[in-house]
């Protein structure tokens, strides 16, 4: 409701060069942002069009569970972008209230059995999907088998959906509610000194990490292996290893690798190219980790596990004199919101990329017998159809994709680099105001972007973030924007880039430091960051705009804050 009588709704301008054409005129009302944290790119087709099918109904199986105050979402795609908005719960304040103690009290009664939950119920339901498609032999179905399988994949992947929303709000609960109530009994402290009780617990992301640096010293043990990888393009490399016995056993090696880990997409959206796919992301890593001193991964972890235990124990010093309920509360929210952590990183490794990778597995196979009878010049191409498109092909294989599959894919090309608005439609007069998911504190609601206090106003020559993993750092900035730029980083630099997922995790081995457009305390780059414990600023929103390639930089994690420096 608009208190303040002089505030007024604005229509959102965007430059000229950015058409803005609205598939429902109505839309144009209402409040659409952008979430560059998860989909910082042009959105494929069949990504967005899969989504719209499973995402929808697995949030809308979700929300009744918790009774979330988030009751619905939409999505529209301007210019090869997907902008957002959410629509609340609304009623009278009482049911607004009423309705958000009741989201706490579920959402603590799941947080509070996190780990049972996820070995008991999560993760076996998602190892059956798992089974489903492993089970089933792409290579050897005909077409309408595959056509078949796609139909009984769909459910799979609303599940997929509806386990990743399940999951979502008792992790977050969890970690917020532990943070807020440690800032809460030592004042003084951060939200930085909170997580490092909760850091040095292994996660499927940590473990890839080390599995790509295994292939580093098998490769660094081998000089024929070595040479193939330093001395040619990522794009020659698998041929330049057929020269040698130990190119051979190097590439038996790479195999198991991408068997294990290459379902995965280099971004969360999986109608991009996966690594088994295109290896030229893991190559370029190997690449860059060749150029490296050796290192013992898991002694890296067991320092920041012993940093936890260290934290943990002072924590419990200084809780000494406090009410035992106190203390009580204290353990509970510890070990709930350390699980919770573990499970962020560890439920993107079996829904978001190696679970929607069987997904993107299944619909390239499509692709593939597509191209061979000329629907498709590629087989990558069938992401750039919908996948209603996709069924009516499959149906009728003599239908010619070629020039629409081929125009979308310029298309998304030609908007690649543009940096698109974040907001579109019409601002409303005064933010809307949501529960967070401690239900303590009120978070603004702007459209598709649930958000905090805004950064502070930064000094000329700096720029401001939010400190995502702690310490400094100084070097020269390399602006990554995609995973085939990857070689670029050289140790000592400093990545600065829109966003990052796990599968640029290898690239926080070679980076000083780590600075982000988006994202927050719970991100993928700032949770990182700190198990890897190097420096990261993270939501700096346009740091890769003014950020130079080369340009020498100080990045300051605990604060927050980069420094321009030339």
Same mark, same amino acid.
């Given at each position: 409701?608009?208190?303040?009588?002089?505030?007024?709704?604005?229509?959102?301008?965007?430059?000229?060069?950015?058409?803005?054409?609205?598939?429902?005129?109505?839309?144009? %009302?209402?409040?659409?942002? *952008?979430?560059?944290?998860?989909?910082?790119?042009?959105?494929?087709?069949?990504?967005?069009?899969?989504?719209?099918?499973? =995402?929808?109904? +697995?949030?809308?199986?979700?929300?009744?569970?918790?009774?979330?105050?988030?009751?619905?979402?939409?999505?529209?795609?301007?210019?090869?972008?997907?902008?957002?908005?959410?629509?609340?719960?609304?009623?009278?304040?009482?049911?607004?209230?009423?309705? =958000?103690?009741?989201?706490?009290?579920?959402?603590?009664?799941?947080?509070?059995?996190?780990?049972?939950?996820?070995?008991?119920?999560?993760?076996?339901?998602?190892?059956?999907?798992?089974?489903?498609?492993?089970?089933?032999?792409?290579?050897?179905?005909?077409? @309408?088998?595959?056509?078949?399988?796609?139909?009984?994949?769909?459910?799979?992947?609303?599940?997929?959906?509806?386990?990743?929303?399940?999951? &979502?709000?008792?992790?977050?609960?969890?970690?917020?509610?532990?943070?807020?109530?440690?800032?809460?009994?030592?004042?003084?402290?951060?939200?930085?000194?909170?997580?490092?009780?909760? %850091?040095?617990?292994?996660?499927?992301?940590?473990?890839?990490? *080390? /599995?790509?640096?295994?292939?580093?010293?098998?490769?660094? =043990?081998?000089?024929?292996?070595?040479?193939?990888?330093?001395?040619?393009?990522?794009?020659? #490399?698998?041929? /330049?290893?057929?020269?040698? #016995?130990?190119?051979?056993?190097?590439?038996?090696?790479?195999?198991?690798?991408?068997? @294990?880990?290459?379902?995965?997409?280099?971004?969360?959206?999986?109608?991009?190219?996966?690594?088994?796919? @295109?290896?030229?992301?893991?190559?370029?890593?190997?690449?860059?980790?060749?150029? %490296?001193?050796?290192?013992?991964?898991?002694?890296?972890?067991?320092? $920041?596990?012993?940093?936890?235990?260290?934290?943990?124990?002072?924590?419990?010093?200084?809780?000494?004199?406090?009410?035992?309920?106190?203390?009580?509360?204290?353990?509970?929210?510890?070990? $709930?919101?350390?699980?919770?952590?573990?499970?962020?990183?560890?439920?993107?490794?079996?829904?978001?990329?190696?679970?929607?990778?069987?997904?993107?597995?299944?619909?390239?196979?499509?692709?593939?017998?597509?191209?061979?009878?000329?629907?498709?010049?590629?087989?990558?191409?069938?992401?750039?159809?919908?996948?209603?498109?996709?069924?009516?092909?499959?149906?009728?294989?003599?239908?010619?994709?070629?020039?629409?599959?081929?125009? *979308?894919?310029?298309?998304?090309?030609?908007?690649?680099?543009?940096? !698109?608005?974040?907001?579109?439609?019409?601002?409303?007069?005064?933010?809307?105001?949501?529960?967070?998911?401690?239900?303590?504190?009120?978070?603004?609601?702007?459209?598709?972007? #649930?958000?905090? =206090?805004?950064?502070?106003?930064?000094?000329?020559? %700096?720029?401001?973030?939010?400190?995502?993993?702690?310490?400094? /750092?100084?070097?020269? /900035?390399?602006?990554?924007?995609?995973?085939? !730029?990857?070689?670029?980083?050289?140790? &000592?630099?400093?990545? #600065?880039?829109?966003?990052?997922?796990?599968?640029?995790?290898?690239?926080?081995?070679?980076?000083?430091?780590?600075?982000?457009?988006?994202? +927050?305390?719970?991100?993928?780059?700032?949770?990182?960051?700190?198990?890897?414990?190097?420096?990261?600023?993270?939501?700096?929103?346009?740091?890769?705009? *003014?950020?130079? @390639?080369?340009?020498?930089? $100080?990045?300051?994690?605990?604060?927050?804050?980069?420094?321009?420096?030339?």
């Amino acid at each position: 409701m608009n208190t303040n009588p002089s505030a007024q709704a604005t229509p959102i301008v965007p430059p000229p060069d950015f058409p803005v054409v609205w598939a429902n005129p109505e839309d144009a %009302q209402h409040h659409w942002t *952008r979430d560059r944290e998860h989909t910082p790119d042009p959105i494929t087709p069949m990504y967005d069009s899969v989504a719209a099918l499973t =995402a929808s109904e +697995g949030r809308r199986r979700t929300i009744p569970v918790y009774d979330e105050s988030v009751v619905s979402r939409r999505d529209c795609i301007i210019n090869t972008y997907d902008y957002t908005r959410l629509v609340p719960f609304t009623g009278a304040p009482a049911e607004v209230e009423a309705r =958000a103690r009741r989201y706490r009290e579920k959402v603590w009664a799941v947080a509070r059995r996190l780990r049972q939950v996820w070995e008991d119920e999560w993760r076996p339901a998602l190892a059956a999907d798992w089974d489903f498609w492993a089970a089933f032999d792409l290579e050897a179905a005909d077409l @309408d088998a595959l056509r078949d399988h796609l139909e009984d994949s769909l459910p799979r992947a609303t599940h997929l959906y509806e386990i990743h929303y399940l999951m &979502g709000p008792p992790m977050w609960f969890a970690i917020d509610e532990f943070t807020a109530f440690y800032c809460d009994l030592f004042p003084g402290k951060t939200a930085l000194d909170a997580h490092r009780l909760l %850091q040095g617990f292994d996660n499927k992301t940590l473990e890839i990490g *080390r /599995a790509l640096w295994r292939l580093r010293d098998l490769a660094k =043990a081998a000089p024929p292996v070595c040479r193939a990888l330093l001395e040619h393009p990522a794009d020659a #490399v698998w041929g /330049a290893l057929e020269a040698s #016995v130990a190119g051979w056993c190097f590439r038996e090696e790479l195999r198991d690798f991408l068997k @294990d880990y290459g379902r995965r997409s280099s971004l969360w959206d999986w109608g991009y190219p996966s690594w088994e796919d @295109d290896p030229t992301p893991v190559i370029n890593n190997l690449k860059n980790y060749l150029a %490296q001193p050796d290192r013992d991964l898991r002694a890296d972890l067991t320092l $920041a596990a012993a940093e936890r235990e260290a934290a943990i124990a002072q924590a419990r010093c200084d809780l000494t004199d406090y009410p035992q309920p106190v203390r009580d509360r204290f353990e509970q929210l510890l070990d $709930a919101a350390q699980i919770a952590l573990v499970l962020t990183e560890n439920h993107t490794y079996y829904i978001d990329f190696n679970g929607f990778g069987w997904l993107h597995r299944l619909i390239r196979e499509c692709g593939q017998r597509l191209a061979s009878v000329g629907c498709l010049n590629d087989p990558n191409d069938v992401f750039y159809l919908t996948l209603a498109e996709l069924r009516e092909t499959l149906a009728a294989p003599t239908l010619d994709r070629r020039a629409l599959a081929a125009g *979308r894919r310029a298309e998304a090309v030609r908007w690649a680099d543009y940096p !698109e608005p974040a907001e579109l439609g019409t601002r409303p007069a005064e933010p809307v105001y949501l529960y967070s998911a401690e239900g303590r504190r009120m978070l603004r609601y702007i459209g598709g972007l #649930v958000t905090e =206090a805004p950064l502070p106003v930064a000094e000329p020559g %700096q720029l401001r973030g939010q400190a995502g993993s702690p310490g400094k /750092a100084r070097g020269p /900035a390399r602006v990554i924007h995609s995973l085939a !730029e990857a070689h670029r980083l050289q140790p &000592g630099d400093i990545l #600065v880039t829109t966003t990052t997922a796990p599968p640029w995790t290898p690239l926080f081995l070679t980076a000083a430091a780590v600075v982000t457009d988006a994202g +927050g305390l719970l991100s993928h780059g700032a949770v990182v960051s700190r198990e890897y414990r190097i420096p990261a600023v993270v939501g700096a929103r346009d740091a890769t705009v *003014r950020i130079a @390639d080369g340009q020498m930089i $100080a990045v300051d994690g605990d604060q927050g804050l980069v420094t321009l420096l030339e």
